[in-house]
T-cell receptor, first 113, second 114 residues
């Protein structure tokens, strides 16, 4: 079946703008994670959803970042008033509840000019 | 605070050789230690993982060695092939509350030369 998909693959925006990044998890995966990967670094955890609710949002860097998953499937990561430091690849992963394995999407490369 | 330290940053190995990547962690509560492989433009993909109740796990050419007392674990790639050239990340997590929040190392860029 299809893997985790993320759109857009690339997003270029200007400082101060609002962006939305979308993640389509593998069908049936109730656990969904967002990570941020800066150049030359490992992914850093942002937020974890179990179903529709955010079970752990301890990795969100500040209140400009917000994520939703209204129907327990697709998730959207929203970033307000973007800053140049937000430039990174944003990765989404999903897994089956009770499984250790997370399946990652290809990421969205966000560039803030 | 970097909770998972990874070395080396880059590694060049001859085809057929052994690639070894090392990681050290700080949080003794971690109970899951996976290794991920990432190709350019792709998301990380799980290679192999280990729990702290075993000292070694082997899957094909990939082996994890785990030393709980030293809080260290390593990835060995036997008979390294050019197709193994990628970036490798170790990670650790605490499997509680149904979640699996991964803490990643900084990555090792492996190049396997002919």
């Amino acid at each position: 079946g299809a893997g985790v998909s993320q759109t857009p693959s690339n997003k270029v925006t200007e400082k101060g703008k609002y962006v939305e990044l979308r993640c389509d998890p593998i069908s049936g995966h109730t656990a969904l994670y967002w990570y941020r990967q800066s150049l030359g670094q490992g992914p850093e955890f942002l937020i974890y959803f179990q179903g529709t609710g955010a079970a752990d949002d301890s990795g969100l860097p500040n209140d400009r970042f917000f994520a939703v998953r209204p129907e327990g499937s697709v998730s959207t990561l929203k970033i307000q008033r973007t800053e140049r430091g937000d430039s990174a690849v944003y990765l989404c992963a999903s897994s089956v509840v009770g499984s250790d394995t997370q399946y990652f999407g290809p990421g969205t490369r966000l560039t803030v000019l | 605070q970097q909770q998972v330290k990874q070395s080396p940053q880059s590694l060049i190995v001859q085809k057929g050789g052994i690639s070894i990547i090392n990681c050290a962690y700080e949080n003794t509560a971690f109970d899951y230690f996976p290794w991920y492989q990432q190709f350019p433009g792709k998301g990380p993909a799980l290679l192999i993982a280990i729990r702290p109740d075993v000292s070694e796990k082997k899957e094909g050419r990939f082996t994890i060695s785990f030393n709980k007392s030293a809080k260290q674990f390593s990835l060995h790639i036997m008979d390294s092939q050019p197709g193994d050239s990628a970036t490798y990340f170790c990670a650790a997590s605490l499997l509680t509350g149904g979640g699996n929040k991964l803490t990643f190392g900084t990555g090792t860029q492996l190049k396997v030369e002919l």
